[in-house]
């Protein structure tokens, strides 16, 4: 069976260029977030992932599914789908209502919030990782390993005694580990396989060079943009001659609105060393042809431009300038009474 998966995910992720720079864990997992304001107010939001993907949400307290794309379902039948439903609605609901109903016991402060997270991770060439995990007030509290609870040292005393209550029921401990080792790895690949229309779809990146704020005199900021490409993975790297420059800076890869995305490489160098300087970017919608952009090239091109804009700019102001003073010129003539 892991076999099959592994084959399968290999086929259905996006080809890259270089597999150290493609190739990324993809994993699907449900992540709760319950707010305890007082003894009788708790409100919860649920939302499915399929790696940074939004999938799924669940209304109300992770009530009914509402599915964010046409193959959010997978291949599951409806069968199959409302057992999934179920286990989701028993986990989900079951761990917080734990923690309301012992409160006092464990000597929670309201209002205070709780966070889980349950899912799998596939890998090409590794194993299927299935986890389960709780933080408490944003920090890590309890994590299901095999077919136990262990709590987090951060939790101290408090998860300790909350883990030895959740390991004694050793029914429920079993589907939860079956659900995250067995269900959730087959329905991850029934999501790949049904979206793969949308998953696989690749967009070319657009590229373009600016300068930042420099870091201090006769240095300067250089930056490299890359926006609209999809999927996610990508190199991008400032070369000097064939050689990547090792003070190349990235920022995050953000979202854009459309669903690709964005990122910029930064270098501060001296400005007396820009010569040979280039943005290299290497993605797999590309087919191979990287985009390469020569900071040479901009600033030239940047003068070249300054030099066209800078005369038509000053013409358009002598051109206004005199029109203006024929106006004045012509206006007295205007005001001579007629004979």
Same mark, same amino acid.
């Given at each position: ?166 390991? %004694? ?15 959730? !790895? /087959?329905? &991850? $690949?029934? @999501? ?122 000053? %013409? ?15 206006? !007295? /003539?205007? &005001? $001579?009474? @007629?004979?």
């Amino acid at each position: 069976m892991l076999f099959l998966q592994l084959v399968l995910l290999a086929v259905l992720l996006p080809p890259g260029d270089n597999k150290d720079d493609f190739q990324e864990l993809v994993s699907f997992q449900i992540i709760q977030i319950s707010s305890f304001y007082n003894n009788s107010w708790v409100q919860s939001l649920c939302s499915g992932w399929l790696g940074e993907l939004q999938t799924h949400e669940w209304d109300g307290n992770c009530g009914n599914t509402i599915f964010l794309w046409p193959w959010s379902k997978g291949n599951f039948s409806n069968k199959e789908w409302m057992e999934v439903e179920r286990l989701i609605r028993m986990f989900f609901t079951g761990i917080p209502r734990a923690f309301h109903n012992h409160a006092s016991q464990w000597q929670l402060e309201y209002p205070f919030e709780l966070q889980i997270a349950g899912g799998c991770e596939l890998h090409f060439g590794g194993a299927s990782v299935g986890f389960l995990r709780i933080a408490y007030q944003g920090s890590d509290f309890l994590s299901l390993q095999d077919t136990s609870w262990l709590p987090s040292p951060k939790g101290g005393s408090r998860a300790q005694q909350v883990s030895k209550l959740f390991n %004694l029921d050793t029914v429920f401990l079993r589907i939860k580990h079956r659900m995250v080792t067995d269900t959730c !790895p /087959r329905f &991850l $690949l029934s @999501l790949l396989d049904a979206g793969k229309a949308d998953l696989q779809q690749q967009v070319q990146p657009e590229a373009w060079l600016s300068s930042g704020p420099s870091s201090g005199p006769g240095r300067l900021m250089l930056i490299c943009h890359v926006s609209g490409f999809h999927p996610k993975p990508i190199w991008v790297m400032w070369m000097k001659g064939e050689q990547g420059h090792p003070g190349t800076q990235q920022s995050d890869v953000l979202p854009n609105a459309d669903g690709t995305w964005y990122l910029r490489k930064s270098l501060d160098v001296e400005t007396s060393k820009t010569a040979g300087l280039s943005c290299r970017v290497r993605h797999s919608s590309l087919g191979g042809q990287d985009i390469i952009l020569s900071w040479e090239r901009h600033s030239s091109m940047g003068w070249i431009f300054l030099a066209v804009i800078v005369p038509l700019v000053l %013409l358009a102001g002598l051109a206004f300038w005199l029109r203006k003073l024929w106006i004045h010129s012509e206006l !007295p /003539r205007t &005001l $001579l009474p @007629l004979e």
